[in-house]
């Protein structure tokens, strides 16, 4: 590296990653406030895992699964600095996969991309088991009517999404203003039950849980990349979007550690669920409440699982190289691929061969090597505060995602697959796409 911290480094020159619809989707669009860019932003990060992984965390560590908790929101407060910067210096550049590109080069460019797209195939079925669980708990079901419900939403999603059906950016704000509101009305309600013994033993499971608990919870931070998209909607990106991203910031962290609270401290030794939200819900208002917990998960589930597909099958047409059924290729392929990685998912948990956590590790790892290529990039492409805190939290997240366990090897092999793609010839897929333009959306990422 030859520039020195304080000398700027030139604004790199990207051909990456803008697909026709990319493209399509450059048109001009309405400018956004600071609070109507900061409700998008919101609804980026939170979705239906919020509704699980206070349950997974609370089994894991117990009472100090808080301390995990507010571990990852300090290393979330440090991801969202490094990608403001990044979204103030480069624009949306091709989201994830440009911005891995300006200071690592396209192999590694091309890497996040796919482990992106990886991510959010494997993803879908996660998000479909929470939804399943939350309709099995609705009706005291078991652990197997929760596999099977979540198999039958994975079904709906995906013929949803063979439809055509898109999930469109007003329903999505209307779906996560109800999730914030579900939580919070059951951590207020269930605040009465809440003992202070349940606090007690803090460390059940020592330090070791803790660290166990971790790297799960990563996947409810899964979403600071959006900066890219806001970039090129705003009036004045390098003074709203630290507004933005210090509001999302906020309301996230208050959300997460309410929630996670509450689990604790009403739940008690019944926390560990995976429905913790219903049993917050019971608490609060009794019977009624896992019915209307199951009720608001299902529609969560299927609205974003949606939402997830639409914008995998348009970054999928990015990254492949234009041809004859372009745009087609995408909404037919990432259907496929997400029941192909599902089904086995699904029949492995049911069997007891791979657990929850296990089953939630496997997009985690595919989001946390994308992480850890942008933030190793940011520390090449960006100066000051922001260059810091990608120094800070680049080796936190190569350590959270080697704390995955055996998924980083799928993540691993993602990545290297489409490096090898790109070293033995098929640039041309970067050489077909437009050069990358200030303001150009981030393409699904």
């Known amino acids: 590296m030859t520039d020195t911290p304080s000398a700027p480094r030139p604004r790199p ?17 309405a400018l956004l406030s600071t609070a109507g860019a900061s409700a998008l932003y919101i609804g980026a990060l939170l979705g239906p895992s919020l509704l699980l992984l206070p349950g997974l965390a609370a089994r894991a560590a117990g009472p100090a699964s808080l301390v995990a908790w ?36 396209a192999r590694a460019g091309r890497a996040a991309g796919w482990c992106f797209l990886a991510g959010v195939v494997a993803g879908a079925p996660v998000v479909c088991l929470i939804g399943g669980s939350y309709a099995a708990a609705a009706v005291g079901a078991d652990g197997g009517a929760a596999v099977r419900a979540g198999l039958v939403l994975l079904a709906v999603v995906l013929a949803v ?20 509101g579900l939580v919070l009305f059951a951590v207020i309600g269930a605040a009465p039950a809440a003992r202070s013994a349940h606090w007690t033993p803090f460390l059940p499971h020592g330090w070791t849980g803790v660290a166990q608990a971790a790297p799960p919870l990563m996947f409810a931070f899964v979403g600071w990349e ?13 003074r709203q979007l630290r507004r933005v991203v210090l509001i999302a910031f906020a309301v996230t962290s208050l959300l997460c550690l309410g929630l996670a609270a509450a689990t604790v401290a009403v739940l008690g ?24 917990a199951a009720g608001a998960a299902l529609v969560l589930t299927l609205a974003a699982t ?35 990685i599902g089904v086995p998912l699904f029949a492995l948990v049911g069997r007891g061969v791979l657990t929850t956590a296990q089953l939630v590790a496997v997009p985690t790892a595919l989001f946390l090597t994308v992480y850890l290529t942008c933030t190793a990039s940011a520390v090449r492409v960006l100066t000051g505060a922001p260059r810091l805190a990608a120094a800070a939290s680049c080796p936190a997240v190569l350590a959270l995602l080697l704390g995955t366990g055996w998924p980083v090897l799928a993540a691993a092999a993602v990545a290297l697959t489409a490096a090898a793609t790109d070293r033995t010839g098929d640039r041309s897929a970067f050489e077909r796409s437009a050069a990358a333009r200030e303001g150009s959306p981030a393409g699904g990422v």
Do not use: E, H, K
């Open 306 to 340: 949606n939402t997830y597909l639409t914008g995998a099958a348009a970054l999928l047409d990015a990254l492949l190289p234009s041809g004859a059924a372009a745009g087609r290729r995408g909404a037919l392929a990432v259907p496929a691929a997400t029941a192909l």
């Open 226 to 238: 959006a900066a890219a998209s806001l970039t090129t909607r705003l009036r004045d990106p390098r």
């Open 70 to 105: 507010l571990g990852l929101l300090a290393l979330s407060g440090l991801i969202a600095t490094v990608f403001c910067g990044l979204g103030t210096r480069l624009g949306s550049s091709g989201g994830v996969a440009g911005y891995t590109a300006a200071g690592l080069g």
């Open 161 to 180: 999404r063979l439809l055509g059906v898109r999930t469109g950016a007003g329903l999505q704000l209307v779906l996560v203003s109800a999730l914030v």
């Open 13 to 29: 020159r990207l051909r990456f990653l803008t697909s026709r619809a990319s493209r399509a989707s450059s048109r001009p669009a």
């Open 269 to 292: 030794p019944g926390a560990g669920g995976s429905v913790p939200l219903a049993d917050l819900m019971r608490a609060a208002i009794g019977d009624r409440g896992p019915l209307l």
